[in-house]
C-alpha cells in the first residue's frame, strides 16, 4: 500500500527534513508515526500525499511512483487517500453537512448523491443530530469528526492523520481513536502521525514507527521479527 525507500527529503537553505528514510505499510495494517516535534513526521505525510516529491529515493502508494506520477495520477491517488490534519481545516460558518457536501463536489460526486452520503458519513461518525450546525459552535472533538467523514468522502484505502488528537482533550481523543480503529477493521490501512506517546502506549498491537531528526531509529516491526 506504501513504501519508502531511501527517502530523503531536503529544504535549502533549512536544511534536510528526512534522511535514508524507508518502510512499508501493508494492507490493512494500523501504524503510529512518532517522533518530537520537528522529527519529519509531517513530511513524510506529505511526502506519501504527494503534496511534496522526496529530494531523493522513492515514495510508492496504491502503485504510484513519486518519480513517475503525473498530476492526474497525484489526482487519481488522492481520491483513493485520505488526510486528517490536526486543526481540521473545515469551512467556517458552514455546517457540518456542508462542509462534507463540499467535499464530495469538489471530488465530482452527482449533485443528487451529496446531500443523502454527507449524512451517511456524519452518521458513521456519530454526528447525525449535529449535521445541521454550524462547525464554529462545535467541539474540538466534533469538528474532527466532521474533518474524518470529509476524508471518507471517497472511501479511502489509506488514511492518513496528522496530529489528530493534538487539539482535543482526553475524552474526544480517545472518540477519535476508536473511530480510527473502527475504520481500520473494516480495512483501512491507516497511519497515524502523533507525539504522544499515552495514545501509542494504549494499541499494543498496533505498528510503531519512530523518526528522530529525519531518520527512522525504530521499527516495531523489526524488533518483533528479531525477537522471534
Known amino acids: 500500500m506504501i513504501k519508502l525507500t531511501k527517502v530523503t527529503k531536503e529544504y535549502p537553505p533549512r536544511g534536510?527534513?528526512?534522511?535514508?528514510?524507508?518502510?512499508h505499510i501493508r494492507k490493512g495494517e494500523f501504524a503510529f508515526l512518532t517522533g518530537h516535534s520537528g522529527s519529519g513526521k509531517s513530511t513524510t505525510l506529505r511526502l506519501i500525499?504527494?503534496?511534496?516529491?522526496?529530494?531523493?529515493?522513492?515514495?510508492?502508494?496504491?502503485?504510484?511512483?513519486?518519480?513517475?506520477a503525473t498530476?492526474?495520477?497525484?489526482w487519481k491517488l488522492r481520491r483513493r487517500v485520505g488526510f486528517v490534519f490536526q486543526d481540521f481545516r473545515l469551512l467556517p460558518g458552514r455546517t457540518a453537512l456542508e462542509n462534507v457536501a463540499f467535499a464530495?463536489?469538489?471530488?465530482g460526486s452527482p449533485?443528487?448523491?451529496?446531500?443523502?452520503?454527507?449524512?451517511?458519513?456524519?452518521?458513521?461518525?456519530g454526528l447525525s443530530t449535529k449535521s445541521e450546525m454550524s462547525v464554529d459552535v462545535l467541539s474540538g472533538g466534533e469538528r474532527q469528526r466532521v474533518a474524518i467523514a470529509r476524508a471518507l468522502v471517497n472511501e479511502p484505502l489509506v488514511l492518513l492523520a496528522d496530529e489528530p488528537t493534538g487539539n482535543l482533550d482526553e475524552r474526544a481523543a480517545r472518540g477519535v481513536m476508536e473511530l480510527f480503529l473502527e475504520l481500520n477493521a473494516r480495512g483501512t490501512s491507516l497511519l497515524m502521525a502523533t507525539h504522544e506517546l499515552t495514545l501509542v502506549r494504549s494499541q499494543p498491537d498496533a505498528r510503531v514507527l519512530e523518526l528522530d531528526e529525519g531518520r527512522l531509529v525504530y521499527d516495531s516491526e523489526l524488533v518483533r521479527e528479531e525477537s522471534a
Not at 71 to 74: A, F, P, S, T, Y
Not at 104 to 107: A, F, G
Open 71 to 74: 498530476g492526474r495520477d497525484i
Open 49 to 68: 500525499h504527494m503534496a511534496e516529491r522526496p529530494s531523493s529515493g522513492e515514495v510508492r502508494v496504491l502503485g504510484f511512483s513519486s518519480e513517475l
Open 16 to 23: 534536510r527534513a528526512l534522511s535514508d528514510v524507508s518502510f
Open 111 to 125: 449533485r443528487r448523491e451529496r446531500i443523502p452520503r454527507a449524512n451517511h458519513l456524519l452518521e458513521e461518525v
Open 104 to 107: 464530495l463536489e469538489v471530488t
